[in-house]
């Protein structure tokens, strides 16, 4: 199977699709956090294709980009781990459903 | 000093009104304040009044007038002022002195009222009022004063308010006199049009002189009896009589005030002051509104004099004795003896205050009994009344010799039959004489003379029972009809009541001396002449006359009512009842001008029921009409539109609040469904 732009654009793109169904359908704060991490590892797919099948695929611009994308995904997991824990003290719970206090 | 007072003249009525409006004002009002306030005015308007009187006597006909602006409008100027001539300077005195008897008997006849101060507040008030009529050289500053002395009459005649008598018989007296007073403001207004002034005097330029005069011309007639209405409703002159014995019910110093000093002098006044309207174009000393005047005397004088033959109430007695003698004054005063006029209004003055006085001292010592069917004997029991008041009587019957009041009726007498018109007059007058010389023999007899006595209180007539004291009064002789009587009761007034008493008596007797023909300086005074001393005019056939016609009236008098009741009710039941309900002049009034008047209401207030409000009620539905139009406009237009919009943005509102669940996820979702709708019309579009 030849590697085309096109295979990994697909690819990126059912892996958001499936990260957006994560954070859509799932109940469980974590869980929704797990399909937010997805679609950004689509996301970084997206550079990485994008730069490999630049015109000038020297440079390592995608490669920075995409590591600079994984440690912000990183910090972010952290600061919403984070958040569901103080969810959960505050709540006794971390099922999204109930939690709408959003509500205008 | 004679410039000084002139250009002054005005502190004279000024004190007494000041110190009134001073009384009036008190925070804590004192009678003893009050009192001496009040005694203290009426002594320095005498004194004044005297200082004035002074200049007078040096220059036979003295006249000075002192004028000012008092405003201008446009390029008019009215001008007031202020005169002093014999007549000013005599009227000032003998109103000062009589009201201060006055004043210092009413301190011992009111010293139960509770409204002691008020009383004196309104007596100084009246006296202020009345010497501003006496110095006004402008018809219109003399009109204000007139009015100003009606204002203290209402005052005065109402002053026991809680009674409904008294507060009607000063709107009688109020009204009635107004009734005058359009015709003399009528005359004012005339006056003004045709002269340009209303100053009397005015260096040669007043309404009175030569010039202002001329100007005036051949509606001097009506002039003239346009002002003398005015003077017919003060002086109680028929028609306009009837308020003046209903205001008896005042006070009764307030009686002697208006019957002698004020108020009804100010109406004999006010037609010698403008005498010379009167007398303009005189043929033989006769002009039609002089002839008015003289009839209007007659009648008023015989009238009023066989009322007062018929009354039973003491001061009603003396009421119509007023009126008659005002009548004579207005008699003499028509048929060219003005001096004489003069002379017997300040004699009345003196000795009418007296009797009203001396019927006030009896009213006190009987507390407050009124009918003199229930005196009698008096004279024992309070001598200085009785002699003091046997004086005033002799002065009004016209006794001559040693009373004023003999020879002053002498003068008027000595004028009449000198009247080119007719001899009517005079006869009538000395008929008149005789009936004041019955009827006061009358009331002497019956008050002080025979014993104390009990008659049928049933026959009592309406206006006797005045105060709740006179009732309380009644009750006790009723009670009783085996005591005493009132006289049981009865008891001499105090110092303070008899002494303006004898002060009067001996003023009503020494005043002779400057009266009689002998020296005849009052009359000459008053005309401007020099007075000569002249012994052998003592004695003139005229005065025999009256003497003879006064001992008539009395013996007359004597011989009827020695042994009372009353004979003349017996002998003559019909014309007796006439008299004593005064002629129906009530009834009479009460048929013809207050039916009319009461017509005139009734339409007026059918006009302002039915039509005026009728009118304005259309309108007002009208309004009401298209009010009811716009508030359904309203409700069912503009706020149904306004309902409709805000209840349709309330729902769509709750319709996207719904959409704002709170939930996370279903804002992701929609987040995500937007982004493929974006990525849906960028790949078609693109």
Redesign the interface.
């Known amino acids: 199977m030849t590697q085309t732009l096109q295979l990994f654009l697909i690819i990126s793109t059912a892996l958001f699709s499936i990260g957006l169904l994560a954070a859509l359908s799932r109940r469980h704060a974590i869980f929704i956090l797990i399909g937010i991490e997805l679609m950004l590892a689509a996301a970084n797919l997206n550079f990485i294709a994008f730069w490999r099948f630049s015109p000038e695929p020297q440079q390592p611009t995608g490669v920075m980009v995409a590591i600079f994308s994984i440690a912000i995904a990183a910090a972010e997991a952290a600061v919403g781990l984070a958040l569901v824990i103080a969810i959960y003290r505050h709540y006794r719970t971390t099922n999204v459903d109930q939690l709408n206090q959003l509500k205008g | 000093m004679s410039s000084w007072i002139v250009s002054n003249l005005w502190l004279i009525p000024a004190v007494p009104l000041t110190v009134s409006l001073v009384v009036l004002s008190l925070a804590n009002p004192q009678r003893s304040i009050a009192v001496l306030l009040a005694i203290f005015g009426q002594v320095v308007a005498l004194i004044l009044a005297i200082v004035a009187f002074l200049p007078t006597l040096q220059t036979p006909g003295f006249r000075a007038v002192h004028n000012f602006t008092w405003f201008t409008f446009g390029d008019q100027a009215l001008r007031i002022g202020w005169v002093l001539d014999p007549l000013a300077a005599a009227m000032m005195v003998m109103i000062t002195l009589v009201g201060l008897c006055i004043f210092v008997f009413s301190v011992g006849y009111m010293a139960g009222d509770k409204n002691f101060t008020r009383f004196f507040a309104y007596l100084s008030f009246f006296s202020g009022a009345m010497l501003g009529v006496v110095i006004a050289n402008s018809l219109l500053l003399l009109f204000v004063s007139w009015e100003l002395v009606g204002l203290a009459s209402y005052l005065l005649i109402g002053f026991w308010i809680e009674r409904p008598s008294a507060a009607a018989a000063a709107k009688k007296a109020f009204i009635t006199t107004r009734i005058g007073d359009l015709g003399f403001f009528l005359g004012m207004l005339w006056l003004y049009h045709s002269s340009g002034t209303l100053l009397f005097y005015d260096q040669g330029r007043g309404c009175l002189e030569e010039v202002g005069l001329l100007a005036i011309g051949a509606s001097a007639t009506f002039i003239a009896l346009l002002i003398f209405c005015g003077a017919v409703g003060k002086s109680g002159q028929f028609p306009l009589h009837v308020w003046l014995p209903d205001a008896m019910e005042g006070p009764t110093p307030v009686s002697a005030l208006i019957h002698a000093a004020t108020m009804v002098a100010a109406g004999v006044f006010l037609v010698a002051r403008v005498y010379p309207l009167f007398s303009l174009g005189a043929v033989n000393g006769v002009t039609p509104s002089l002839t008015v005047v003289v009839s209007v005397g007659v009648v008023t004088a015989l009238m009023a004099s066989l009322i007062a033959l018929a009354q039973f109430d003491i001061k009603r007695i003396l009421a119509y004795s007023t009126v008659s003698q005002l009548g004579l004054m207005m008699v003499s005063l028509g048929v060219g003896g003005v001096a004489a006029g003069i002379m017997h209004l300040i004699a009345h003055g003196f000795f009418k205050a007296l009797l009203f006085l001396g019927a006030g001292s009896v009213i006190h010592g009987l507390h407050h009994e009124q009918d003199i069917r229930k005196m009698g004997g008096l004279r024992w029991i309070m001598p200085v009344t009785f002699l003091t008041y046997a004086i005033g009587m002799m002065n009004l019957s016209g006794v001559p010799f040693s009373f004023s009041g003999g020879w002053t009726k002498e003068e008027i007498l000595h004028s009449t039959a000198h009247w080119s018109v007719s001899p009517l007059p005079h006869y009538l007058m000395l008929a008149g004489v005789v009936l004041t010389a019955l009827y006061m023999t009358r009331q002497m007899i019956y008050v002080f003379f025979g014993s104390a006595r009990n008659t049928d209180f049933q026959s009592v007539g309406p206006a006797e029972f005045h105060s709740a004291e006179a009732a309380r009064t009644t009750e006790n002789i009723s009670g009783g009809r085996t005591g005493r009587g009132p006289m049981f009761h009865a008891h001499e007034s105090p110092r303070v009541m008899t002494m303006p008493l004898i002060v009067l008596a001996l003023s009503s007797i020494l005043f002779v001396l400057v009266l009689t023909p002998a020296w005849p300086w009052l009359h000459a005074y008053l005309n401007g002449e020099p007075a000569r001393v002249d012994f052998s005019l003592l004695i003139q056939p005229i005065l025999l006359l009256s003497l003879t016609l006064v001992a008539a009236g009395i013996g007359l008098g004597w011989l009827i009512y020695r042994n009372a009741p009353d004979p003349l009710a017996r002998a003559l039941p019909g014309l007796f009842r006439f008299l004593e309900h005064k002629m129906w002049f009530d009834e009479i009034y009460e048929q013809t001008v207050i039916a009319l008047s009461r017509v005139l209401s009734r339409l007026a207030d059918w006009l302002d029921r039915y039509f005026w409000d009728g009118l304005v009620r259309l309108f007002a539905g009208l309004a009401q009409a298209f009010g009811v139009l716009s508030k359904g406009f309203d409700d069912h237009g503009i706020n149904a539109g306004v309902d409709e919009t805000t209840a349709g943005t309330r729902g769509f509102g709750r319709l996207i609040?719904a959409a704002?669940?709170?939930?996370?996820?279903a804002y992701?979702?929609a987040i995500?469904i937007g982004m493929l709708l974006l990525l849906v019309l960028y790949a078609w579009l693109g």
Do not use: R, T, V, W
């Open positions: 609040a704002h669940s709170g939930q996370i996820q992701l979702g995500a």
